[in-house]
């Protein structure tokens, strides 16, 4: 793998991810509300318009925004080095900043807006079937058995498994299914011993915040993260 390569995918991941902030604090709101107006923390509103979503850094001058940046170059790089300069590695790389943004939000209100998880299975899923057509039916399978899966956990009472994980576990295993079962296995297992060492964590420096107060989102991306670079 040559360095500038992962240097120009790390330079990809990070620049891009320095324009979520704002976009994330402007969708991190209540089921049914429309989209944010005004800075959440100090209050100030936001520019009228597409110049309103648009800021790099943090979502306004009265927060810090260098997680994010520092977090999606990270990704990039992980990918870039353990895949190389494959066809599908430009598909990952743009998934892997829609990953950031619905991880954002959903750290931050519980909520994985359905336009960006149809954005992620569009925009991944779309490219990496024209790549590989021999794999669509694996590609398929997996996001039926894995939504289906998730779907009968979510309907089981007091389980804390939301709609939006239900929806986004089927995209991911999906894009998971390209790279085959075992790829898929891996990563709802590393997932779930993620979220798992989250919440335990949580716990026993009791910062746990009731049943529900996890989200699940984060720990998905991540454990497709492993599943992609680790299989
Ligand atoms: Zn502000």
Known sequence: MSTPIVIMAAVFGGAAAA??????????VPYGEASRT???????????????????????????????????????????VALGPVPRLPVL??????????????????RLPDPLVCGLAVSAGVPLALLAPERIGTALAAGAVVGLAYLAIALLP???????????????????????????AVGLGA????????AGWLLISGRAR??????????????????????
């Open 38 to 80: 005004a800075c959440a923390r100090c209050g100030r509103r936001f520019p009228a318009g597409v110049t309103g979503w648009i800021r790099a850094g943090a979502a306004c001058g009265c927060a810090r925004g260098a997680r994010p940046v520092i977090a999606s170059a990270l990704v990039a790089t992980v990918l870039t």
């Open 158 to 184: 007091g389980r804390g498994l939301g709609l939006g994980d239900v929806k986004l576990g089927a995209v991911l295993g999906l894009l998971l299914g390209f790279g085959g079962w075992p790829a898929v």
């Open 19 to 28: 324009f979520l902030p704002r976009v994330a604090d402007r969708l991190a």
């Open 93 to 110: 790389l743009v998934a892997g900043v829609l990953g950031a943004l619905l991880a954002m939000i959903d750290v931050r209100c519980l």
């Open 210 to 231: 009731g049943a529900r107060a996890l989200p699940f989102g984060p720990a998905l991306l991540t454990g497709a993260l492993i599943g992609l670079v680790a299989v």
């Open 191 to 198: 997932a779930h011993l993620l979220n798992g060492v989250v």
